[in-house]
């Protein structure tokens, strides 16, 4: 059975590359969540499932070497549907999954819950997911726990990208701290390319300022100080 896509589908997979996450390396932070998703419900297998338009890739996995797989196959693209925890006591006993080539053959997935990964703007990028291979059901404190894992991987994930944010504002800045060739007579700036071009162009390239343009008490003076100066009155 193909699952359904949520509401604002391609809002939701921008959301997900904003993250910059998909097809990186192994991370402790997220391999720590899913090793607690394990304990919690008792099971041998747990994964971090970000759902892309095509598949879902797991950022972290635990008891399984998958490392993705197509989304028509995918428990956790119906859990990306709704914003609470997904369980399947049994998948062979549930229409939707039982006859998932995941059900039916490696890693014959019986009991499933997914807790899913909310953007602040209520997108489902991915799930955090504990798997058994035989039927079994958690308890409300469990699902409960499932819940507060997924919002420590949005978390991590929006820390991840603020740090990224502020290690390019560092590499601008130092940019910026570094000699400037600048002509003596128009004050343009070479660029790294060997180009001159007005300083303001060559800032706004390398940080977020914004210009507006004003003129100083001296220049405002020299330039202007016939218009300036107060009239005499007239005899």
């Known amino acids: 059975m193909t699952p359904p896509f949520p509401h604002a589908e391609a809002e939701r997979v921008a959301a997900l590359k904003r993250y910059h996450i998909l097809d990186t390396e ?3 932070a997220f391999d720590d969540i899913t090793k607690l998703a394990a304990f919690i419900c008792d099971v041998p297998m747990a994964v971090i499932s970000l759902v892309d338009s095509e598949r879902q890739w797991f950022k972290s996995k635990l008891g399984t070497t998958m490392v993705q797989t197509r989304r028509e196959d995918a428990f956790c693209a119906y859990a990306i549907l709704d914003t609470k925890v997904m369980v399947i006591e049994n998948a062979l006993e549930d229409e939707r999954f039982a006859q998932n080539p995941m059900v039916l053959n490696d890693p014959k997935i019986r009991f499933y819950a997914g807790a899913p990964v909310l953007t602040p703007e209520g997108h489902a990028l991915g799930v955090v997911c504990a798997l058994d291979r035989k039927p079994r059901h958690i308890t409300p404190e469990q699902t409960s726990a499932m819940e507060r894992l997924a919002r420590i991987v949005m ?11 502020l290690a390019e504002a560092v590499a601008n800045v130092k940019t910026l701290s570094s000699l400037l060739p600048i002509c ?12 001159w071009e007005q300083v303001e162009a060559y800032i706004q390239k390398h940080t977020d300022a914004k210009f507006t343009h004003g003129i100083c008490p001296k220049c405002a003076e020299r330039r202007f100080s016939a218009f300036l100066k107060p009239k005499k009155d007239a005899v």
């Open 26 to 28: 192994p991370e402790a």
């Open 184 to 195: 003596a007579y128009c004050h343009e700036v070479r660029n790294d390319d060997g180009y």
């Open 155 to 165: 978390t991590t994930l929006e820390w991840r990208s603020v740090s990224a944010e």
